[in-house]
């Protein structure tokens, strides 16, 4: 973190003084340096998504909908942005991927939804977390998750979440990420736009931010996106140390 200070004086007197802290990323180390990642790595999804996760995960193998049955169960499945499932197929292979042990990160979507999770289609400005312990969100703060789209319109900033979950009530959901809309009405922080799900063998992280539109251009959203891979490529290892404790 890095600060800027401004002094504004009159006749030579400090009148008010200014103090902005930042951050400063390297480009070179967000975009390409290689996500250490455990297993085999699959990815299922648009050219410009394979694009963006191959210079993070150069062997990361591309694979369609009908290759995911045959995947081994103790690999990473990374599922592209923007999937669309009319007939719900593509979330039945990646409900029975998860409970074969199968670890899934599932990029932002507007359609195609795991389980019982419900997504909202409404727009959310920012997200926060009562904690950024979580591996996930390491390097991020309350201020880095808002404010990714240059565009200003007379409604105000762009949303950085589309479609955000409205909460489970199920122990297995951790949310990582809450999002709201207000103190009135139907707002508080009703929804999350990050969750972890853990099952008995597999585990997966669904996202909603967006992270593959903005990741070329927002330093937050790709260092949030290289968490995710890293952390989905060790949360094997995670669920042991959780056994054991």
Not at 14 to 27: D, F
């Amino acid at each position: 973190p890095a600060e800027l200070t401004a002094v504004l004086r009159h006749d030579g007197e400090p009148v008010h003084e200014l103090r902005v802290g930042y951050k400063i990323y390297s480009a070179a180390r967000c975009k390409s340096e290689p996500v250490a990642m455990e297993g085999p790595v699959a990815f299922a999804g648009s050219d410009a998504d394979y694009e963006t996760i191959r210079r993070l995960v150069p062997a990361c193998e591309r694979i369609v909908e009908a290759d995911i049955p045959a995947l081994p169960a103790d690999g990473v499945l990374i599922v592209g942005s923007g999937r669309s499932d009319p007939d719900g197929s593509l979330e039945r292979v990646l409900k029975s991927y998860v409970a074969a042990g199968g670890r899934l990160l599932l990029l932002e979507q507007r359609e195609l939804s795991l389980g019982k999770l419900a997504l909202s289609r409404r727009g959310f400005l920012r997200a926060h977390a009562g904690s950024y312990s979580h591996p996930a969100l390491a390097g991020l703060g309350d201020e880095d998750l808002m404010y990714w789209h240059k565009e200003c319109g007379e409604n105000g900033p762009e949303p950085i979440v589309r479609a955000a979950f409205f909460k489970p009530a199920s122990a297995s959901y951790r949310m990582l990420l809450e999002c709201g809309a207000g103190d009135f009405g139907d707002g508080g922080d009703l929804w999350t736009p990050l969750l972890e799900y853990r099952g008995e063998r597999g585990m997966f992280l669904a996202n909603q931010l967006e992270i593959m539109n903005c990741a070329e251009r927002v330093p937050q959203a790709m260092l949030l996106l290289r968490n995710l891979l890293a952390y989905a490529g060790r949360a094997i290892e995670g669920a042991k140390n959780t056994a054991e404790a």
